[in-house]
């Protein structure tokens, strides 16, 4: 293999990225950054207090480990230009199904972690604006592989490389000549990436990476919306439990992509019909994620609140890994948090913070509630991990003013949240004001129809 694919030192590489890995849990009472929300004004209630939100916080969460386990596994078995065996673990992750608890495709981190090295070497020429040598880069792995002609797995990861580097061109906007170059960059890539994974349809060799990748090529299709509900189709039917691809869906569905709120609600409807054997009700809140969290209000005159509601409920039953229990609250509690109408289906879905701190949330992951809304400037790692925990204790000291006003400190532990002095003897927690929408097995409702 050529230099240029080659870093000097692999161990300084790896060892530089295993010293990541601490894993930091604060305890209870330790200090911690100022929130970022504005005190009240001076004649105002008394401020609240984030320091007497007690609970444990992980730096570096067990999605994040496994994912970078897994990438940096498969960037070795490149660098020792061990193919076979790389094929063969793409294609046992992939049918399999195996997936990170924070649904992230195992076959994909592999392939990511194979072709890091001469991705980023692209990325860097496509920094420079030097279209030649991002194309040349990635062909050198072309010649590299053996038998990626003949194995699906092998051309998947080859293919997911040209997309990745194509996502950096359109990631880069310009005017003028450089856009155009930039614009026809991106559309070579994605021609190359659907030109390897054209011979392999995903449904006769049981690919749910590849049928993934068709869905992110769809773009190259002169009539994409006719083609989106049922590439999605094939995908969702073949890796019913990762919530990766139906976020995608609804992000395709969108009026900015090859849909309309519309069709994005009906879709959700169909998704959770025939996701119901394993998510319930959640598959319609996996579709309607990302699309809410766009920032396009519009989306909020069409979900259905309540059947979102009952559905963050449904994944919470099945998922109550703390990534997951990080991701929706800082869903609910961050991304939607502002002003709304009290009855407006934002404030019933920003509502269910309340219940899914009491209930399921007990550490902080600080990355997600980092992403959970976009800030401006560019900051490092570091800053992101704070900015990430002053949010996550800003919402819950919001949540909690009441008791802390009181004096009491909120202490999340395994067994639930515990108030400090105890408000009274026969409990530890007053009912939730946000707690609106109670556990199905309090409920005498029927379950909202699906279709």
Not at 105 to 117: F, I, Q, T, Y
Not at 173 to 182: C, F
Not at 361 to 371: F, K, N, S, T
């Amino acid at each position: 293999m050529s230099d240029l694919v080659r870093p000097a030192s692999f161990l300084r590489f790896a060892l530089d990225l295993l010293s990541r890995k601490r894993h930091r849990e604060r305890a209870f009472g330790a200090p911690v950054v100022a929130p970022e929300r504005t005190a009240p004004a001076a004649l105002g209630p008394a401020p609240i207090e984030p320091a007497k939100i007690h609970i444990p916080v992980r730096d570096t969460s067990p999605e994040a480990l496994a994912r970078q386990t897994r990438r940096l596994a498969g960037r070795a078995l490149a660098r020792q230009e061990n193919w076979e065996t790389l094929a063969e673990q793409l294609r046992e992750a992939d049918t399999a199904r195996a997936t990170t608890c924070g649904d992230m495709p195992v076959a994909r981190l592999l392939a990511e972690g194979a072709c890091s090295d001469v991705v980023e070497t692209a990325l860097s020429a496509v920094a420079a604006g030097d279209a030649t040598t991002a194309r040349r880069t990635l062909y050198c792995l072309h010649d590299a592989i053996e038998g990626v002609a003949g194995s699906a797995w092998l051309s998947y990861a080859l293919a997911q490389a040209h997309v990745t580097v194509a996502e950096a061109w359109a990631a880069a906007p310009t005017t003028g000549d450089a856009a155009i170059l930039r614009r026809d960059a991106r559309s070579q890539h994605l021609e190359t990436a659907a030109r390897l994974i054209a011979p392999f349809h995903p449904l006769e060799v049981e690919s749910p990476a590849i049928a993934a990748l068709r869905c992110a090529l769809l773009e190259l299709d002169p009539r994409p919306g006719r083609r989106v509900i049922e590439d999605y189709e094939d995908l969702i039917d073949l890796d019913p439990s990762c919530s990766a691809h139906m976020r995608a869906l609804g992000r395709d569905l969108m009026p900015t992509r090859f849909g309309n709120w519309d069709r994005l609600e009906r879709e959700a409807r169909r998704t959770a019909g025939r996701t119901a054997d394993v998510w319930g009700a959640g598959g319609y809140v996996w579709v309607w994620l990302d699309a809410l969290a766009s920032g396009q209000l519009r989306g909020f005159a069409h979900v259905d609140a309540e059947l979102f509601s009952e559905g963050l409920h449904d994944i919470l039953t099945r998922r109550p890994d703390q990534h997951t229990a990080n991701r929706l609250a800082a869903f609910c509690g961050m991304t939607l948090s502002g002003a709304s109408e009290p009855s407006s289906a934002r404030a019933r879905i920003s509502g269910c913070f309340g219940w899914i701190a009491e209930d399921h949330l007990r550490e902080i992951h600080p990355a997600l509630w980092a992403g959970a809304r976009p800030f401006a400037g560019q900051t490092g790692a570091s800053d992101r991990l704070r900015l990430g925990e002053s949010r996550a204790r800003s919402s819950l000291a919001e949540h909690f003013a009441h008791q802390l006003r009181l004096g009491r400190e909120v202490r999340f532990t395994g067994a639930g949240v515990v108030l400090s002095p105890s408000p009274c003897a026969a409990s530890a927690l007053a009912p939730s004001a946000a707690l609106a929408y109670p556990h199905r097995e309090l409920r005498d409702e029927d379950t909202p129809c699906l279709t």
